[in-house]
């Protein structure tokens, strides 16, 4: 386990990334906040207090929650990911607290930071890593991507911790987290039935008389998100001719994977001719292959019922048969739409590029097997590559930090003297609207009654690039004039932003 000890920066009234120096004092019993009191920016100074786990008046705890990747590297489930990546990514969230920390300290607050890691291939470490952040008494849980949605509330509910998340998590645990549940995405439950809907009303995406597999996992969340699915399917009358629950939960990545393969002869037998796929990408991956070497002829779908499923991440990981697989997707992170033309940073991503590129600028600052960030390329996946010329294209920024940290410090600022997990999110809810990078959309808003960010979708569509290393990038900057590097990607399909209305009711 590996520790980072950081200090965090002064923050008045402004709940943005951008802040005001305030007081601080070294002293716990002098420690204070300045608070404007009216419009006449009258302020008064109220001494900190130390009232909840994790938060003294000099001092906020976090634990910051990451993947250790070395098991599904060996596993070969991921490809081109250095093994310690939990520390390269942890960078990302202790950049933020690092420069805030030299303007001063949030309201006289610095901040210290705990790495936990858990490991996708080992699904004992997700409990261990809930238990590691309950005994080490933190304030709030900040997590990286693909934490298991069931084990979240581990930490929310019977840890009592703040969780500030990337993840999708099912409609029940958000319900039973609460607002100490804040995430990036929608429920599960959101997507799959934006994503369900989008395809039957569009013979172009799903076919009249397609006879449809459903690929899902036994995690509850997924069970959640296939109850949506299947409403709407049976509305619309559409043959769903598989749709069995394959055994992915807690269980090794390996086993996992060998029960979606085992999946295909059923598939086959049921006379599938569609596939639509609600499994991550480390477990689906490995049935497309399997499923044409076995003589079947499908086409694909995806439905987002977790985060990263379709992000530009994802799309390089994804087998050839995959290509011109729709997904309707709350993100956008993949900078280019299906007209070619990558698009351009939103002010709010433009300031969120220049932190990330501060983040990388040192190559020990990654881990091993990442070279520095020179400058951060749009659409280039995690954790950046060498083209077919031997030229390096370093990887774009990850939107999700930049979100995470902005709603962080919008709450511990708001707080004001008197902090806990309730002012941290009176304030947060009380913002209500923030800038979001990588959303659709480009805004996010917050509540009581909605504790995740996202609040538009659209479609995207896989863009295979088998040739993509064969030549250098063209005058445009896409490989084989399809993607923003050698990898395969999703494209965003122009005009179908939409607005997420999905609520817990």
Known sequence: MKYYNVRAAAVLVALGLVGAACGDDNAAS???????????????????????????????????????????????????????SAQGNARRITHYLDEW????????RTLTSQLVTWNPADPKTYQTACQEIIDAKVFMVISGVGYPADSIPCITVDGKTQFIGIDAVSSKQAKDMGSNWIGLAPPGAAGARAG???????????????KVAVLRSDFDFATDAFTEIDKVLKAASVNVVFSEAIRTANIPTADANKNVTLAVEKIKAAGATYVI???????FSVFPPEATKSGLDLRYAIIEISSGMCAAFSAGQLPAPVNGAPCVTHWDNVRIDTNGTIKSDSPFEAQCRKDFDATYAAADSIGKGYPAITKSNPGV???????????????????????????????????????TKKTFQDAVFKQGTFDAAGLAGGKGTLSSSKTWLATNLQQV???????????????NGLYQGKCPSPLSCFRTVPNTLTSLTYTLG
Do not use: H, R
Not at 101 to 108: E, F, P, T
Not at 394 to 406: H, L, P, T
């Open 30 to 84: 002098s420690a204070t906040t300045t608070v404007t009191v009216d419009s006449t920016s009258t302020s008064t100074v109220a001494k900190n207090t130390a009232s909840d786990t994790g938060a003294t008046e000099t001092t906020i705890k976090i634990a910051i929650l990451q993947a250790d990747l070395s098991g599904l590297v060996k596993a070969g489930a991921i490809k081109g990911v250095p093994e310690d």
């Open 101 to 108: 920390n030299k303007a001063g300290g949030i309201n006289g």
């Open 196 to 210: 369900a809907e989008a395809l039957v009303k569009d013979a172009n995406l799903l076919p009249k008389g397609a």
């Open 277 to 283: 796929d609600t499994m991550p990408f480390p477990n």
């Open 381 to 419: 996946p995690y954790p950046g590559l060498k083209d077919g010329t031997g030229k390096q294209l370093d990887m774009d920024q990850s939107y999700f930090e930049c979100d995470q940290m902005n709603i962080v410090k919008a709450g511990i600022a708001g707080a004001g003297a008197n902090l």
């Open 461 to 475: 569509v896989v863009t295979a690039n088998p040739d993509g290393f064969k030549a250098a990038a063209d005058t």
